[in-house]
């Protein structure tokens, strides 16, 4: 059954495994409000499923559980676990995700089965590739858009740059929260 569901997962195919990653950089807002870069290690576990079918829609996917350590530490400082699905007949991509800080995201875009490379995005207020929060992210750290790049170097490695715009509170400017990686298979 895995085969089956791997040969319908398209771009997302490569993905199906274990990563590891220590060369990761996150963006981040500070205590005071400021810049905070910290430097991480990660781990990625994608489990192959589907299909997933919603009347004529058929999904294939990728569930996934992410855990990131700040580097030469042992507690995490980051968790999210969800899903990544593949609709091969419409040719979208989605990622959906929560995070335990009271964030769920669903990212989305038109990308071709055999692409190397996709982005996904997502807007507060969308009815369709959209985000919510909590009341005090909300109104403190509202997440208005939500940005990510993958790329698949080889069966090995794989690259990636997520960018949340932040609106903080008091601030003027939207706070681009990044995170990027590159991971390398582990099994």
Not at 29 to 42: A, H, N, V, Y
Not at 133 to 150: A, G, H, M, Q, W
Request: glycine share 8%; with cysteine.
């Amino acid at each position: 059954m895995t085969d089956e569901i791997i040969k319908n997962l398209g771009p997302l195919a490569p993905l199906a495994g274990i990563w590891e990653g220590d060369k990761g950089n996150d963006t981040a807002p500070s205590q005071d409000l400021g810049t905070k870069i910290t430097p991480f290690r990660e781990r990625f576990t994608f489990e192959p499923l589907g299909p997933v079918n919603n009347h004529q829609q058929a999904l294939y996917g990728l569930r996934y559980n992410r855990t990131v350590w700040p580097s030469g530490e042992s507690d995490p400082f980051h968790e999210d676990l969800g899903y990544f699905l593949w609709d091969g007949q419409a040719k979208q991509a989605l990622r959906c995700f929560i995070v335990p800080r009271g964030v769920a995201v669903i990212a989305g875009g038109t990308v071709e089965p055999d692409a190397r490379s996709f982005e996904l995005a997502a807007d507060v207020g969308s009815e369709t590739y959209g985000i919510c929060s909590n009341p005090f992210l909300d109104r403190e750290f509202k997440t208005v858009r939500y940005e990510l790049k993958i790329t698949i170097h080889d069966d090995q490695s794989f690259s990636y740059e997520e960018n949340t715009q932040l609106q903080i509170k008091g601030r003027k400017d939207l706070f681009h929260h990044i995170d990027k990686n590159t991971l390398e298979r582990s099994s």
